[in-house]
């Protein structure tokens, strides 16, 4: 059954209605109606009292207090729960976008959550090897792989001077960011050495280079003809994976935060690989086919890479990529940095009637509570509606003297 099915049939319960107060009755009660599982789950809530899950017998005990006999802890609260078991969230999401901590098997947390839900995914795709997408040249078999398989490559998209404008851009932006402390660095560094993964944001701002790319032609062939001509440009940043890169960024798709899913794809990327992308230096991974609702694939675990292949492709390809894909960064074996810059097309429907940005005044907006701040977009939430480096939550607003523009590093060692 997919998440779409189990969604629409869950209203039935009410997220609103549950509360903390009835939500181990609720468990229980979903808990016993399902088949057996070789596993313990303690479900720490945050606003109501800890409970174990016993997979196995089908039943709820009150206590969680013991972590040491369970498969998995998971930290969330009562609400989130509910809207796990009526198939309103993704577990994958909650904690791809960390409104539920794991500790434990993340494996056996996600299997858990899609148990209470009722739904069951493979976590790959069966398609011969063979027969999957490779570098090409010709759009109208792009298309066809995009649609099959939910990718493309298109090989020698920039041309070489380009392509080394480009990169050099990058490697600049990205040691002076780093130098004045305001990179968004993803995961941990060893020792002295800086996280693997370094990001940057709206490069719109950063540069001549980056401005001059949103006239490529594949935009119009591949962004516009899938989405609308109307569609816009969520987001433009690098993304740089260095030596051990990892498991840092778990899998994901980007409308991973839509509920109830819906069928269709609310937007695409386009990648550029600035360096040859290969399995070795971490090459964007996806899972083949997890686009498609009836092929039913999703991660038995975002932070494992089973199911997933690398889209290997030379300096210069294009990278595309359907909005409903399983895929993160791969992990780089390499000592060399692997980089690569991406553009994330959405359609229109995603902004609202009015742009409240440009149709609120500035002292108005200033006014409002966090509240209504959040009512009015101005709130980083999942993945959309970032300014810089905000996360999650954040509540985001329009501060000209902190956005960060062309910048190029005292010294000029860039790499
Ligand atoms: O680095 C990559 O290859 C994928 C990037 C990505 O998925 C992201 O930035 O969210």
Not at 75 to 92: F, H, K, V
Not at 176 to 189: I, N, T
Not at 201 to 224: M, R
Not at 287 to 298: C, D, F, R, T, Y
Request: negative net charge; aromatic residues 8%; contains cysteine.
């Amino acid at each position: 059954m997919s998440g779409s099915e189990i969604a629409g049939g869950a209203s039935a319960v009410r997220v609103d209605t549950v509360g903390a107060a009835n939500i181990h009755a609720r468990l229980a009660s979903r808990v016993s109606a399902l088949e057996h599982k070789p596993w313990r789950v303690r479900v720490a809530l945050t606003d109501a009292p800890a409970l174990v899950v016993d997979c196995r017998t089908c039943t709820v005990v009150d206590d969680g207090t013991s972590e040491s006999a369970v498969d998995c802890t998971l930290e969330l609260s009562s609400l989130d729960l509910e809207r796990i078991i009526s198939g309103e969230m993704d577990p994958r999401y909650a904690f791809v976008y960390s409104s539920m901590k794991v500790t434990g098997s993340t494996s056996i947390a996600t299997r858990f959550g899609d148990w209470l839900a009722g739904v069951s995914y493979a976590s790959a795709w069966t398609a011969p090897a063979n027969r999957l997408p490779v570098p090409t040249r010709d759009y109208d078999a792009a298309w066809r792989q995009l649609h099959e398989f939910g990718y493309a490559l298109i090989e020698g998209a920039l041309p070489p001077s380009q392509l080394a404008a480009l990169r050099a851009r990058v490697l600049e932006q990205a040691a002076a960011e780093a130098e004045a402390g305001c990179a968004d660095f993803v995961g941990e560094g060893i020792g002295d050495e800086p996280p693997p993964i370094q990001r940057s944001w709206s490069l719109i701002n950063k540069g001549s280079e980056f401005v001059e790319l949103l006239d490529h032609p594949l935009i119009d062939e591949f962004a516009f003809k899938s989405l609308g001509d109307d569609c816009c440009l969520g987001g433009y940043w690098f993304l740089i994976a260095g030596p051990g890169s990892g498991e840092v960024i778990p899998l994901h798709t980007d409308q991973l935060g839509l509920f109830p899913p819906i069928q269709g794809n609310i937007g695409l990327n386009m990648a550029f690989a600035l360096d040859d992308f290969t399995d070795a230096n971490g090459a964007t991974r996806v899972v083949p086919g997890s686009h498609l609702p009836g092929n039913n694939i999703a991660p038995a675990d975002p932070f494992s890479r089973e199911g997933t292949v690398p889209m290997e492709a030379p300096a210069g390809s294009a990278l595309l990529f359907d909005s409903r894909l399983w895929h993160t960064t791969g992990s780089n074996r390499t000592d060399t940095k692997r980089h690569g810059l991406f553009l994330f097309f959405n359609r229109q429907w995603m902004r609202p009637i009015e742009n409240p940005y440009f149709s609120t005044h500035p002292s108005v907006l200033e006014g409002l509570s966090d509240r209504l701040k959040g009512l009015y977009g101005l709130r980083h939430t999942n993945n959309l509606g970032r300014v810089g480096s905000s996360r999650m939550g954040d509540l985001v607003e329009f501060k000209p003297d902190e956005i960060i523009l062309k910048m190029t590093p005292s010294s000029s060692a860039s790499h």
